[in-house]
């Protein structure tokens, strides 16, 4: 995969992007990375890439000239070509305007051989880039940042990792939160389970008691069956407690129903006034 970052600030980058997973695969050449400073595509001596909007209101809007000559510089498919579905490209503006980045866009996003990502500035971007030169907009929150810098580097990462061969492992990010893939080997479900959705369940590890604090009994008792309906259990809890919003989205089974009733009960009871 190739990845352009668009931004004012290409120092930026020098940081982020420069480790672990994501420096893995551009060493092991599953995704190339480069960034393109916008200012290089100015033709005055201020290298001015933002003006006052018309009809007024604060702060000041990046220019659509330098965005469009950069992409059409880097060679970018024209948006017809790209929409048509001809072209396994996506232009895409970071805007806090824009569809919420999830896991499925990222996924989505893995699946293409470029993509190009313009990093939004001051109080916006001049909308005849997302109307006729970006394919979408996408906001990693419903927050406001300075720019789009880092909700860029945190899209590379996420699709990134989501390419054959980045992660060592790669059943694990089919396991992850928010990811809604179920692994199954040869023989049959793994003792592990996939989150289909659902926040991840805990995780422990050695030394089985630290500090007076002991690891859940299921987890060591070598009953996978157990671990899993466990497993499953806790991510339920977590999500019902954390992102309830989640519990709507995911297929549950009647097993998955009975637990959540289960907690809800257990919920009541703990909220019953004792009786003088």
């Not at 050449?29 to 007024?56: A, M, N, S």
């Not at 990502?117 to 979408?136: K, M, N, P, Q, T």
């Not at 996939?194 to 299921?218: K, W």
Request: hydrophobic share 35%; glycine share 8%; proline share 4%.
């Amino acid at each position: 995969m190739k990845a352009d970052i668009v931004t004012i600030f290409p120092d930026f980058f020098r940081g982020p992007l420069d480790y672990g997973i994501t420096r893995r695969a551009a060493e092991m050449g599953l995704v190339k990375i480069e960034v393109h400073d916008l200012r290089q595509f100015t033709h005055d001596r201020h290298r001015t890439v933002d003006d006052r909007p018309f009809g007024g209101g604060e702060g000041m809007v990046l220019k659509p000239e330098p965005i469009f000559e950069c992409l059409e510089t880097l060679g970018v498919a024209s948006r017809e070509a790209r929409l048509s579905g001809g072209m396994k490209q996506s232009v895409i503006l970071l805007s806090a305007q824009g569809q919420r980045f999830t896991q499925s866009v990222a996924a989505e996003l893995a699946e293409l051989e470029r993509i190009i990502l313009i990093c939004g500035r001051y109080e916006g971007v001049d909308e005849r880039v997302s109307e006729f030169l970006a394919d979408r907009e996408v906001s990693i929150g419903d927050y406001v940042l300075s720019g789009g810098e880092l909700a860029a580097a945190v899209i590379v990462e996420a699709v990134t990792r989501l390419l054959p061969g980045a992660v060592g492992n790669e059943a694990s990010t089919r396991q992850e939160s928010f990811s809604h893939g179920t692994v199954v080997l040869a023989n049959g479900p793994d003792s592990t389970c996939g989150s289909n959705g659902l926040l991840d369940y805990p995780h422990y590890t050695r030394p089985a008691e630290f500090r007076g604090i002991a690891v859940p009994e299921v987890l060591i008792n070598g009953n996978h069956q157990q671990i899993r309906n466990w497993r499953r259990e806790q991510a339920l809890k977590k999500t019902l407690r954390n992102r309830p919003d989640l519990i709507e989205t995911v297929a549950l089974n009647d097993t998955d129903r009975k637990v959540l009733e289960k907690i809800q009960r257990t919920k009541d009871t703990d909220h019953v006034e004792p009786h003088h």
